[in-house]
Protein backbone atom coordinates (compact mmCIF):
# COMPACT_ATOMS: atom_id res chain seq x y z
CA UNK A 1 0.00 0.00 0.00
CA UNK A 2 1.33 3.44 -0.57
CA UNK A 3 -0.16 6.89 0.77
CA UNK A 4 -1.60 8.95 -1.66
CA UNK A 5 -3.81 11.61 -0.24
CA UNK A 6 -4.16 13.39 3.66
CA UNK A 7 -8.06 14.77 3.44
CA UNK A 8 -9.60 17.64 4.69
CA UNK A 9 -11.93 15.87 7.02
CA UNK A 10 -13.29 12.47 7.03
CA UNK A 11 -16.45 13.04 4.57
CA UNK A 12 -13.79 14.13 2.03
CA UNK A 13 -11.79 10.63 2.46
CA UNK A 14 -15.24 8.57 1.39
CA UNK A 15 -15.94 10.75 -1.30
CA UNK A 16 -12.55 10.47 -3.17
CA UNK A 17 -12.29 7.04 -2.13
CA UNK A 18 -15.82 6.31 -3.89
CA UNK A 19 -14.92 8.76 -6.85
CA UNK A 20 -11.67 6.21 -7.13
CA UNK A 21 -13.22 3.02 -6.79
CA UNK A 22 -16.02 4.09 -9.52
CA UNK A 23 -12.64 4.24 -11.81
CA UNK A 24 -10.93 0.97 -10.97
CA UNK A 25 -8.50 2.49 -8.02
CA UNK A 26 -8.92 0.88 -4.91
CA UNK A 27 -8.31 2.59 -1.80
CA UNK A 28 -8.34 2.35 2.08
CA UNK A 29 -9.14 5.09 4.15
CA UNK A 30 -7.26 5.04 6.98
CA UNK A 31 -7.07 7.23 10.17
CA UNK A 32 -11.27 6.88 10.12
CA UNK A 33 -11.71 6.94 13.57
CA UNK A 34 -8.58 9.18 14.96
CA UNK A 35 -9.90 12.91 14.71
CA UNK A 36 -10.71 11.89 19.01
CA UNK A 37 -7.09 11.98 19.01
CA UNK A 38 -6.01 15.68 17.55
CA UNK A 39 -4.32 17.61 20.10
CA UNK A 40 -2.73 14.45 21.48
CA UNK A 41 -1.18 13.21 18.24
CA UNK A 42 0.14 15.44 15.33
CA UNK A 43 -2.59 16.91 13.43
CA UNK A 44 -1.12 15.24 10.12
CA UNK A 45 -0.27 11.93 12.13
CA UNK A 46 -4.65 12.33 12.59
CA UNK A 47 -6.00 13.34 9.58
CA UNK A 48 -7.98 10.77 7.12
CA UNK A 49 -5.56 9.37 5.17
CA UNK A 50 -6.21 7.71 1.43
CA UNK A 51 -3.89 4.66 0.61
CA UNK A 52 -3.80 3.10 -2.72
CA UNK A 53 -4.17 -0.72 -2.57
CA UNK A 54 -1.87 -1.52 -5.48
CA UNK A 55 1.68 1.22 -5.64
CA UNK A 56 1.22 0.70 -9.70
CA UNK A 57 -2.11 2.57 -9.10
CA UNK A 58 -0.73 5.58 -7.64
CA UNK A 59 -0.56 7.92 -10.68
CA UNK A 60 -4.12 7.31 -11.76
CA UNK A 61 -5.33 7.94 -7.97
CA UNK A 62 -3.09 11.15 -8.02
CA UNK A 63 -4.79 12.20 -11.33
CA UNK A 64 -8.18 11.38 -10.47
CA UNK A 65 -7.98 13.35 -7.06
CA UNK A 66 -6.47 16.55 -8.87
CA UNK A 67 -9.27 15.95 -11.95
CA UNK A 68 -11.88 15.96 -9.08
CA UNK A 69 -10.60 18.82 -7.40
CA UNK A 70 -10.42 20.86 -10.66
CA UNK A 71 -13.96 20.21 -11.48
CA UNK A 72 -15.72 20.63 -8.16
CA UNK A 73 -13.69 24.47 -8.37
CA UNK A 74 -15.71 25.31 -11.68
CA UNK A 75 -18.88 27.17 -12.07
CA UNK A 76 -22.13 25.29 -11.19
CA UNK A 77 -24.20 23.83 -14.34
CA UNK A 78 -27.38 24.41 -15.23
CA UNK A 79 -29.91 21.31 -16.29
CA UNK A 80 -30.88 21.03 -19.72
CA UNK A 81 -34.16 19.29 -18.49
CA UNK A 82 -35.41 21.71 -15.71
CA UNK A 83 -33.31 24.25 -15.31
CA UNK A 84 -32.27 24.29 -12.20
CA UNK A 85 -28.46 24.81 -11.04
CA UNK A 86 -26.28 22.30 -9.82
CA UNK A 87 -22.47 22.39 -8.05
CA UNK A 88 -19.90 21.94 -10.61
CA UNK A 89 -19.30 18.63 -9.30
CA UNK A 90 -22.67 17.01 -9.86
CA UNK A 91 -22.86 14.87 -12.86
CA UNK A 92 -26.55 13.93 -12.36
CA UNK A 93 -29.16 17.57 -11.57
CA UNK A 94 -30.27 17.49 -8.03
CA UNK A 95 -33.89 18.14 -8.43
CA UNK A 96 -34.84 16.30 -11.60
CA UNK A 97 -32.12 13.61 -12.03
CA UNK A 98 -31.57 14.41 -15.83
CA UNK A 99 -27.62 13.71 -16.97
CA UNK A 100 -25.68 16.96 -16.88
CA UNK A 101 -23.17 15.94 -19.67
CA UNK A 102 -24.78 17.86 -21.79
CA UNK A 103 -24.63 20.86 -19.74
CA UNK A 104 -20.97 19.90 -19.15
CA UNK A 105 -19.98 22.86 -22.04
CA UNK A 106 -21.42 25.56 -20.33
CA UNK A 107 -19.94 28.69 -18.85
CA UNK A 108 -21.89 28.53 -15.59
CA UNK A 109 -24.42 30.28 -14.25
CA UNK A 110 -24.71 32.45 -11.71
CA UNK A 111 -25.52 30.82 -8.22
CA UNK A 112 -28.52 33.80 -7.36
CA UNK A 113 -30.84 34.56 -9.70
Same mark, same amino acid.
Given at each position: @?K? +??D? #??? !???H??? =????? %?????????A????? @??? +?P?? #??? !??????? =????? %???E????????A????????K??????????L????????????G????????
Amino acid at each position: @MKR +IYDA #ASL !PEAHILA =AHLAT %RGVRVRVLNANAAGA @MGE +IPMD #AAA !PQLWVED =ARDEA %RAREAIAAFHAQAAGPARRCPKCGEENPPAFDLCWSCGAGLESAAGDQGVPMNR
